[in-house]
């Protein structure tokens, strides 16, 4: 059975970045079928429309099918598992992952922002579709406070990998750390 790997873009992203296509490249050379979809209305992203397009990309989840997310795209992952009913998924690695942001923009960025922040995960729910989660996270990340690794630990289980000076992982073209976590898994 092939394995599938589905990369989830962030907020204003898309599959045409850089680091993302860098990814999906090195997967499908180890034999992974990649899927990388152009989430909806990526400038202002709403829980119920990201969650109900990854329902329909994804078939029939289970362990031969693992998840990679950028920054919303780990909320929107989060939330998609936390709909499945007694499935199991291989694994999910979260890059720039978040659960309480800082330093955004402006107030329509708060205002998409809040919903996201204040609408309330199942974590246990999370946590039981999955006995894989990586965290990773940037040590200057301009929106995604270190804090935030607290929660992915404790809640899940993660593993959490701090990284020196990537940002928020969206001008960073090459991320091998991604690839040996999934490989791991």
């Not at 329909?56 to 997310?69: A, H, L, M, S, W």
């Not at 720039?96 to 974590?123: P, R, S, V």
Request: hydrophobic share 40%.
């Amino acid at each position: 059975m092939v394995k599938k790997i589905y990369i989830i873009h962030g907020w204003d992203g898309s599959p045409e970045e850089e680091g993302l296509i860098w990814i999906k490249d090195k997967l499908k050379e180890k034999g992974f079928e990649v899927i990388v979809p152009a989430m909806p209305n990526t400038d202002k992203p709403r829980i119920e429309e990201w969650v109900s397009y990854l329902s329909k990309i994804v078939k029939n989840p289970d362990k031969n099918n693992y998840f990679i997310g950028h920054s919303i795209g780990c909320q929107a992952i989060m939330r998609y598992l936390e709909t499945l009913k007694n499935k199991k998924v291989g694994g999910v690695v979260f890059l720039a992952g978040w659960f309480d942001l800082i330093n955004l923009e402006d107030e329509e960025a708060e205002k998409i922002a809040e919903q996201w922040i204040k609408t309330k995960i199942d974590l246990k729910k999370v946590k039981s579709t999955s006995d894989n989660f990586v965290a990773i996270f940037s040590d200057n990340d301009e929106y995604v406070p270190l804090s935030n690794k607290n929660i992915f630990e404790k809640e899940l289980g993660a593993k959490i990998i701090i990284k020196h000076n990537k940002g928020h992982f969206d001008e960073i073209t090459e991320h091998p750390y991604v690839i040996e976590e999934i490989m791991k898994m």
